[in-house]
């Protein structure tokens, strides 16, 4: 059983578009990230939820909306799509909040804008 | 400047060869995290400590809190040990917990 799936692990998309990535956890935790990697690996916070409630959320586009129907839930949602938006986005859960526990991480989804 | 500074960058190693991947930070922290990123992308959790050291097979983590450093360490290095490591430190802010990353090193096992 995966722990962190995220779906698609590929999203290939044309500039202006809207497009969601999925994120679920079985592990029963109560916080839930979405993290960004550039092209260079580097990793940054996006958003982070704790029991469905917005705790973090970082200098991102108002173009990224997230949102927790429930605890084993987060999805991202990212409006009119800009080049600079192809990354890598991992979605992470913890039981803890923060950085108090191991984090536990999806494969990622590779997001390239054309 | 990164609150959190890995060296080497980039690191070359023989099969078999001992490695120490080095983290140091800048601010107060609770925890300090090493993760495992795959060639295949996938990110995994090797470490959490906030104190002293821990083992886990043929890896070995510490911190000295006093002199903010953490150090990750391989012994009988393998080429499958071939990929990204990352140092993040979690810190206390009013807004809550958060995680700030090093930029990775990448090491390559040749065999």
């Known amino acids: 059983d995966t722990a962190v799936s995220q779906t698609p692990k590929y999203l290939v998309t044309q500039m202006g578009n809207d497009k969601s990535i999925k994120c679920e956890q079985n592990?029963?935790?109560?916080?839930m990230y979405w993290y960004k990697q550039d092209s260079k690996k580097f990793l940054k916070i996006m958003f982070s939820?704790?029991?469905?409630?917005?705790?973090i959320n970082e200098t991102v586009p108002n173009r990224f909306s997230p949102k927790s129907p429930d605890k084993a839930h987060l999805n991202l949602h990212i409006n009119s799509l800009e080049l600079g938006d192809s990354a890598v986005y991992f979605c992470a859960s913890s039981q803890g909040f923060g950085g108090s526990s191991p984090l536990h991480f999806g494969n990622g989804t590779r997001l390239t804008v054309t | 400047k990164n609150e959190v500074e890995q060296s080497p960058q980039n690191l070359t190693a023989q099969e078999g060869e001992f490695i120490t991947i080095n983290c140091s930070y800048s601010?107060?922290?609770?925890?300090l995290h090493w993760l495992q990123q795959h060639p295949g992308g996938g990110i995994v959790s090797l470490f959490m400590l906030s104190s002293g050291k821990k083992k886990h097979g043929r890896l070995i983590a510490t911190i000295n809190i006093q002199e903010k450093h953490s150090s990750l360490h391989i012994t009988a290095s393998h080429p499958r040990d071939s990929a990204v490591y990352i140092c993040a430190v979690s810190t206390q802010e009013t807004s809550g917990s958060r995680l700030t990353f090093g930029e990775g090193t990448q090491l390559t096992v040749n065999p």
């Open positions: 601010v107060g922290i609770s925890a």
């Open positions: 592990l029963g935790h109560d916080t």
């Open positions: 939820y704790n029991n469905k409630e917005l705790i």
